[in-house]
């Protein structure tokens, strides 16, 4: 049977004929209607010639190719059991059992390996594709599992390949190259995704940006390890893969046994990036459970370091109060005998000697001043300096003789006592405290051990913490942008984009960040002036206008800014305050620009009424007078109200005069959608590390 898959303008058309594994004729736009004898002649159309010197029959590329399909590319499963090598692996269709709306289960099986595969097959409404692989030992003896990955065939005229790269503080840098004959596969082995993971891999038509070109792209939800890739075979075919990154003998199943991949996510779009994210952000938003608004964070990190007490901190609470806060969260430092980096990870019992009446008084401050209270904590992690690995020297992953790494080590979380002493600890102080939030840390590489068993045992905590809080909030943090996939993101309500609070370096890690996370998920805080990460210092308004677009929070000693920094940051909160509800809601878009040192960017609100943009200015531009700015995403026929938002001190400039239509002394400004995303407005010339926001408001 053929099957076609349709929502939102994607899909997939499925020939499951057999006797073979089913091949993927069509992913990408929707064909319109097309009856079961179209969908029949178009398979039946789609079966190559047989080449020269080739396989005798036709070659097609198929969901789970292997080499006795003659596909010589990266198969889509290996392993061997004794007798039975990888090229012995030949599966036939068994069945494909639809099991809800776009939803298949295709079941195989190689009767001489003996082993099946059932690929779990979904189109969300919002047309996001994904695909999980399961494979079952059927035999006796045990099989040796290398890989079992998902592979989709995507169009020779996707030659161009996007991915990201990135390190500490600097995340999520793109790499754009074309794919040529070859195989561009990059692998994560840091036991988490890492500050360099390949975290979307996009491959389109020339040229591809973020409102143009067709583009097609994976991504691995999954926090441990992994590879992905883009490959084009000299057969001629182009594919995208992707599946969990597993060490020789990590997965040996026995008789009966299972594995299933985790799952991978596939997104096409017909209108680039922003288009990506038009499919992915209402698909992640659908699995919220938070209720209310995401509040406004004061973390202490970069505000106080180490330098925990009550005097300092109940300082820092006033100050947050004054300025709008909701949230206070008590980074690193509260925890028995930590007063550097360097020990007492594993130790979760509060710090007796600087909080001699546990965090009960902190508490009290902070919600008597009318904030909700967040604690930091590192579950993963061991230091050698502790009184855990003292006592449990072998609930350490890895050898002892390895090196630390932040000086620390990690807790073997798939050792059940090791397990259930961090499930006791965490519950027990979200028993004894009223915490509603919780900032999850992961500060180093694992390095050792079995990535797969610890990835496995930290979803299970995580969902036991959860399950055991119902309401908690979590944020994911892995030294930053470290560990930020959509397996861990289906398990917490934030995550950590990066480090660094240096404007400039946000603007890059979001803008690309969010290309996969709606950016309700990104926490961006407001630093101090002089960036701690970069020594670079920003102006205020470039400050607050960055971390606008996200989850805002504050990581700065606010009791050293001075009383117009205060007020500025005060209505900075009011204005998010008021606007959060679209700009967490809303659609994310970009401007392609033809001068990368200007950018534009926004949120339009899901009924187009309004739109916040920013106008960014990360470098010197390339000339006097840049192009117009376009705003993208607006209604084509509605008019809309154009003014510029006050948030921080106006951006700096070098024009003599501003542009006509921002000229306080001119007219309001209405025009309609298609005249502003397509003819635009006269850019205002702010200078390098300034930002700009427009507020647009639709009056009919
Ligand atoms: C990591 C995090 C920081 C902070 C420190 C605390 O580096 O990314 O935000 O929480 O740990 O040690």
């Given at each position: 049977m053929i099957h076609y898959l349709r929502a939102a303008g994607a899909a997939l058309v499925l020939d499951?004929?057999?006797?073979?594994v089913p091949v993927l004729v069509h992913w990408g736009s929707d064909l319109g209607l097309l009856d079961p004898a179209d969908l029949g002649t178009l398979a039946a159309s789609s079966m190559p010639p047989v080449g020269p010197s080739s396989l005798d029959v036709p070659v097609r590329l198929s969901l789970l190719p292997t080499a006795a399909e003659g596909w010589s590319g990266r198969p889509g499963v290996g392993g061997f059991r004794t007798g039975v090598g990888q090229n012995d692996l030949s599966f036939e269709l068994m069945c494909v059992r639809e099991s809800g709306e776009n939803t298949l289960a295709i079941e195989l099986v190689d009767r001489n390996a003996a082993v099946s595969i059932l690929i779990d097959l979904e189109l969300s409404r919002e047309g996001v594709l994904r695909l999980r692989n399961t494979l079952t030992n059927t035999g006796t003896g045990s099989f040796e599992l290398a890989a079992l990955d998902v592979i989709l065939p995507v169009p020779d005229r996707a030659r161009e390949i996007l991915d990201f790269t990135g390190l500490w503080s600097h995340e999520r840098r793109p790499q754009r190259s074309l794919l040529g004959q070859g195989l561009w596969s990059r692998e994560s082995r840091?036991?988490?995704?890492?500050?360099?993971?390949?975290f979307l891999t996009v491959v389109g038509t020339p040229g591809f940006g973020f409102r143009q070109g067709e583009v097609w792209a994976v991504h691995e939800a999954w926090s441990g390890d992994k590879r992905v890739w883009g490959e084009r075979s000299a057969l001629g075919y182009a594919a995208l893969g992707a599946g969990e990154l597993l060490d020789p003998g990590e997965i040996s199943l026995a008789g009966g046994e299972s594995y299933s991949g985790p799952w991978t996510i596939a997104v096409y779009s017909d209108a680039g990036l922003d288009g990506l994210s038009a499919r992915l952000h209402p698909w992640i938003r659908s699995w919220s459970t938070l209720s209310g608004p995401r509040k406004v964070v004061l973390n202490t990190w970069e505000a106080v370091y180490f330098d925990h007490d009550l005097d300092t901190l109940g300082r820092l609470i006033d100050a947050a109060a004054t300025v709008g806060v909701e949230r206070f969260v008590l980074d690193d430092g509260w925890f028995s005998g930590r007063t550097d980096d360097q020990r007492a990870l594993g130790d979760w019992f509060v710090d007796a000697a600087k909080w001699p009446s546990g965090l009960h008084p902190l508490i009290e401050r902070v919600h008597g001043a009318g904030l909700d209270f967040g604690l930091w904590v590192e579950p993963e992690m061991v230091s050698p300096e502790s009184d855990l690995a003292r006592a449990h020297p072998d609930w350490l992953l890895g050898s002892a003789a390895a090196p630390t790494w932040r000086g620390q080590r990690v807790l073997d979380l798939a050792n059940p006592d090791a397990f259930a002493y961090m499930l006791e600890r965490l519950t027990a102080l979200l028993r004894e405290y009223p915490i509603a939030y919780l900032k999850w840390d992961h500060n180093r590489d694992l390095l050792g051990g079995s990535v797969h068993r610890q990835t496995v045992a930290l979803y299970a905590l995580m969902d036991a913490v959860r399950a055991a809080q119902p309401g908690l909030e979590i944020e994911s943090c892995a030294s930053g942008g470290g560990r930020i996939d959509l397996g861990i993101l289906s398990r917490v309500d934030r995550v950590w984009p990066s480090d660094t609070n240096d404007p400039l370096e946000r603007q890059q890690i979001q803008r690309y960040t969010g290309v996969l996370i709606p950016p309700e998920y990104l926490g961006g805080h407001l630093g101090?002036?002089?960036?701690?990460?970069?020594g670079r210092t920003s102006a205020l308004g470039f400050r607050l206008a960055t971390a606008l677009f996200g989850s805002a929070g504050i990581e700065w000693d606010l009791t050293v800014a001075t009383s117009a920094e205060m007020s500025q940051v005060r209505d900075w909160i009011t204005v998010y305050k008021q606007r959060r509800a679209s700009l967490h809601s809303g659609v994310v878009v970009h401007a392609d620009a033809s001068d990368p040192a200007l950018e534009l960017h926004g949120v339009v609100a899901q009924d187009r009424s309004t739109a916040i943009y920013a106008q960014v200015a990360v470098g010197a531009p390339r000339a006097a007078l840049p192009a117009p700015l376009r705003f993208p995403?607006?209604?084509?026929e509605r008019r809309y109200r154009v003014r510029q938002l006050a948030v921080g001190p106006a951006a700096q400039t070098v024009q003599t005069s501003p542009p006509a239509w921002l000229d306080s002394a001119a007219r309001e400004l209405i025009l309609t959608g298609a005249v502003l995303g397509r003819v635009g407005l006269p850019a205002p010339l702010i200078t390098p590390e300034q930002a700009a926001v427009f507020i647009l408001e639709a009056v009919f």
């Open positions: 499951a004929s057999g006797p073979g840091h036991g988490r995704p890492g500050h360099d993971d390949s101090a002036a002089l960036a701690h990460t970069t995403g607006l209604a084509p």
